[in-house]
């Protein structure tokens, strides 16, 4: 054991709620972070602290704020040569979330005898730069960036290999791991970093989510092909019936009031908007935690959650009122399965609680993600009009988004140099649309859309329920981090 100051021991505990919305600039997108819990799994860590600097690229100021991040050492073993560090880039959310749920981290780092780490992001969970008045102003909040935040886990890096040198100061791994946006921020990161960073896993990881790169209407397009294969067509079809249904019904007399009762809202609607962003973002979250096994997503869901909403949608009517009945029925498995809930909470289906103020600032910025639907699709024709979207971020932000910021920092699709990433995604995932899906390079591996899996299932716990994708994906990736840490000797 390594002492470094002040220091908390934690056991985690499972957490309820479990969705952050990675909205693409809240319009029009979802991209929710799903955090399900299995209740046998508790981690151990203690929870530091470490300065560092404000603004990594600049001569001018030496200000610094307390990162935190957690930390495991008992299995850190300094006499090995072999022995690395598993670093978990924080995404957009408390820190203790990700270590919540990243247990593939877990499960191998007594073999690797790794330090472990999960560093939190600038601006999120507990590292608010300038506490409470950090999203009040973009003299606060302007040293919010992706590129800041990997600069702030390249320091804390350098600080532990100090803190935990090996004997005869031999060479210390680093493999990175991630999901959603942490996924991308491993990914970015050995590509920034590769004299610091060994490898990385990067999973269900959408670096090509950006203008000019993937379509917009990629995105709902395999957000539907999840629910025609986890459900039926017959499914598909009742969904997309249903906005029409939404549309016709609310126009009528009393439209409203019956959808309310229908639905069993838990205030009477005064805007069809409120009820098709909900069941919009419920249908998108479902197909990101369509994971084989129960879990712990906002409520209780069943195993293969798709197939149990699709079950519901078994309706073959063109009457709009038999169609919403029809929905509310395949919704109820996804907010009320274990039949608690005494009414619908329209703003549940994307909780604020994981960094809305901080997404909805870096989506503002940098993390322009366009999303939309061509009307092909069981969702709701859509555009990405990116002027509204900027006009609305300088309302609430006083900044307007960098189109082609990402794809100028950090690379379009030209990854020919790159090395040691592994990309991984489900084919179950909405978010494979903007992920690496083919090989870039001979020196990174690529697993496709891996069969029956929803977003970065593999870099869960393991289950007996995993599909075989997943294992053999898992087994792979393991003799890939093997090979890395000897090569670094």
């Known amino acids: 054991m390594c002492p470094l100051g002040n220091e908390k021991i934690v056991h985690s505990q499972p957490r309820r709620r479990a969705v952050d919305t990675m909205n693409s600039i809240k319009f029009l997108g979802v991209f929710a972070l799903i955090f399900c819990v299995s209740p046998s799994l508790q981690y151990d860590y203690k929870v530091k602290t470490f300065d560092t600097k404000l603004d990594h690229f600049t001569f001018t100021t ?14 850190w073993d300094p006499t090995l040569t072999t022995s690395p560090i598993f670093f978990y880039t924080g ?85 990175a791991f991630g999901g959603s946006y942490g996924g991308m921020l491993a990914a970015w990161i050995r590509m920034k970093y590769p004299g610091i960073i060994t490898g990385s896993l990067a999973a269900s990881a ?32 009742t969904i997309k019936n249903s906005w029409g249904a939404i549309d016709s019904i609310a126009a009528s007399d009393g439209g409203l009031q019956w959808i309310s009762q229908t639905f069993k809202t838990c205030g009477t609607l005064t805007d069809k908007v409120d009820l098709k962003n909900y069941l919009n973002s419920a249908f998108v979250n ?4 369509n994971y084989p096994y129960p ?41 009320n399965y274990t039949g608690t809930s005494k009414c619908l909470q329209l ?51 006083k900044v307007r988004p960098v189109v082609d910021y990402v ?15 592994i990309f991984s995604n489900g084919y179950l995932d909405p978010w494979s649309s903007g992920g690496v899906l083919h090989s870039v390079s001979k020196d990174s591996m690529v697993t496709g ?22 294992k053999r994906a898992r087994q792979m990736y393991r003799k890939l981090m093997n090979k890395w840490v000897r090569e670094i000797l």
């Open 62 to 75: 030496n200000a610094t704020f307390k990162l935190r991040y957690l930390i495991n050492d008992s299995w």
């Open 91 to 175: 995404n957009e959310g408390d820190i203790t979330l990700f270590s919540d749920n990243a247990g593939l981290v877990w499960e191998w780092a007594p073999d690797f005898n790794a330090l472990v780490v999960f560093a939190e992001h600038r601006y999120y969970g507990e590292s608010l730069p300038f506490g409470n008045l950090s999203f009040t102003d973009p003299k606060y909040s302007g040293y919010l960036s992706s590129l800041q935040a990997l600069a702030d886990y390249v320091d804390l890096i350098a600080h532990l290999k100090t803190v935990y040198s090996k004997r005869d100061n031999a060479p210390i791994p680093v493999i």
């Open 206 to 237: 959408p670096i090509w989510q950006f203008t000019g790169m993937t379509p917009c209407d990629a995105f709902y397009k395999v957000t539907t092909r999840a629910f025609k294969v986890s459900g039926s067509q017959n499914c598909v079809d």
């Open 286 to 289: 479902a197909a990101m935690a």
């Open 295 to 335: 879990a712990n997503f906002l409520a209780e869901l069943p195993g293969h959650p798709v197939k149990a909403i699709c079950k519901k949608l078994s309706t073959t009517s063109k009457d709009p009122k038999v169609i919403l009945e029809s929905i509310f029925q395949g919704v109820s498995v996804f907010f």
């Open 347 to 397: 703003d549940d289906a994307d909780p604020q609680d994981l960094g809305d103020q901080g997404w909805g600032y870096q989506s503002c910025t940098e993390m322009v993600m366009p999303i939309c639907d061509r009307g092909d699709t069981m969702f709701e024709k859509s555009e990405w009009d990116m002027q509204t979207i900027s006009d609305s971020c300088y309302a609430q932000y």
């Open 407 to 421: 794809r100028n920092l950090y690379g379009a699709k030209e990854l020919a140099y790159v090395s040691n990433i």
């Open 449 to 470: 859309a891996m069969q029956g899996a929803a977003h970065h299932l593999d870099l869960r716990a393991s289950n007996p329920l995993d599909p075989p994708s997943v």
